[in-house]
């Protein structure tokens, strides 16, 4: 089993302004007066005197800066400001290597994210295997909260959950596809996030529709959405939603040249908690294991599954003085990861110049960062996990 290290390079979001001047045109008539002719002139003088583009000092591409070991990434934006910071635009930053433009992906009017809890009590989990992507990444205890989201025209699932509340930096993954996201409640700093990103929201502590509470089991692991209800809910706010795939490529996978058959991920904290994927070479599927056992979804009892891992390491932070013992996941900077799909591994570099762009992931082998077709899971995790890969 090989270790996979990490390291991270901060890098602070910067804004880009560019000073602009339009010209005024003047039409002086010929042979008036000296005083059109003095107009004439100071027209032509105020023409010649347009400001230069004030420079830019952020980089076209973020890239890891190798002198960096110990330097850790700035925290998440957000946190501390007040100030409204765009969503990003429909179309992913191009990557450095040559883009590749999703096969025939067709985003669904009325896209979204569900935030959805993972502790043992909140188990089983619904409906993820409807979903195109999930994420995973830590949060209070080292015990990670789940985010599917829900792209393709099509897609469906009768029963996604169980639906719990916000972290900040669920709210700035969300932003990097332009989704709303699903939720109940947020931490101070995951409201601070949707006020700051302007990211459209579904939230039940609000009394927004599209939430069932099941009687069966204890609250608060007990609320669940559909494909329908959402997409219902968004469309009578208008729409469509303009979203975009955010980092992610589909199309032909090149494979790596080490074998990847076996990932275990033991997330740091007190809890212990394990994820584990097994390849199935016949299916080129993994098969997801949590905690030692397999990760079934409770209404079909079907083993949950990846046609590609993506591992991104982030620097895992306590918040200051924060009574729950929340953290901060640093997302915003640049580091290693790790693309794993048919039963190959490659190392990655990801790096996100803000919270208003989508993260780049590239492969070090120089190849196109592209996925084969098939849920994705990525799963974020902190510098110290000890991955391994056999």
């Known amino acids: 089993m090989t270790p996979i290290p990490a390291r991270v390079t901060p890098r602070s979001p910067r804004l880009i302004v560019i000073a602009t001047h339009v010209p005024r045109h003047l039409n002086p008539k010929a042979a008036v007066s000296v005083v059109a002719l003095a107009l004439l002139l100071l027209a032509t003088a105020c023409q010649g005197q347009s400001p230069s583009p004030t420079p830019s000092n952020a980089p076209a591409n973020a890239s890891p800066s190798p002198n960096a070991a110990g330097a850790l990434p700035s925290p998440s934006p957000g946190l501390n400001s007040l100030s409204p910071v765009p969503s990003p635009s429909a179309i992913a930053s191009p990557s450095a290597v040559a883009a590749v433009v999703p096969g025939a992906v067709q985003i669904d009017d009325y896209p979204f994210a569900v935030m959805v809890d993972n502790i043992a009590e909140a188990r089983p989990h619904f409906g993820l295997a409807g979903a195109d992507v999930v994420y995973e990444a830590p949060a209070e205890a080292g ?84 494909t329908t209800s959402i997409r219902d809910a968004l469309r009578q706010r208008g729409g469509p939603i303009k979203a975009s795939m955010g980092p992610l490529n589909f199309g032909t996978y090149q494979p790596g040249a080490e074998p990847a058959t076996t990932i275990k991920i ?60 929340r953290v901060d996941v640093g997302l915003v900077g640049s580091g290693k990861g790790l693309l794993v799909a048919q039963g190959t591994q490659v190392p990655l570099q990801w790096s996100r110049a803000s919270v208003r762009a989508a993260t780049q992931f590239k492969r070090t082998d120089g190849m196109p960062f592209v996925l084969p077709s098939g849920q994705v899971w990525i799963q974020i995790v902190p510098l110290e996990t000890q991955v391994s890969v056999s």
Not at 152 to 180: C, K, L
Not at 271 to 283: I, K, L
Not at 292 to 314: C, F, K, M, R
């Open 143 to 226: 015990i990670p909260r789940l985010m599917p989201i829900f792209l393709r025209a099509g897609s469906s699932a009768d029963r996604i959950g169980p639906v719990r509340s916000a972290r900040h930096y669920f709210v700035y993954i969300a932003n990097e596809y332009r989704t709303p996201l699903v939720h109940i409640g947020a931490s101070p700093q995951g409201f601070d996030a949707l006020s700051a990103t302007g990211l459209p929201d579904v939230d039940e502590a609000r009394g927004d529709p599209g939430f069932v509470r099941d009687p069966r089991r204890q609250a608060p692991h007990n609320a669940f959405v559909s």
């Open 266 to 325: 033991p997330y740091p904290g007190p809890e212990g908690y394990s994820v584990e994927y097994d390849y199935d070479a016949s299916q080129q599927l993994y098969s997801r294991i949590m905690d030692g056992q397999p990760h079934n979804d409770g209404d079909t009892g079907l083993q949950y599954t990846a046609a590609s891992i993506v591992i991104e390491y982030a620097d895992v932070e306590p918040i200051p003085n924060d009574d729950a013992g």
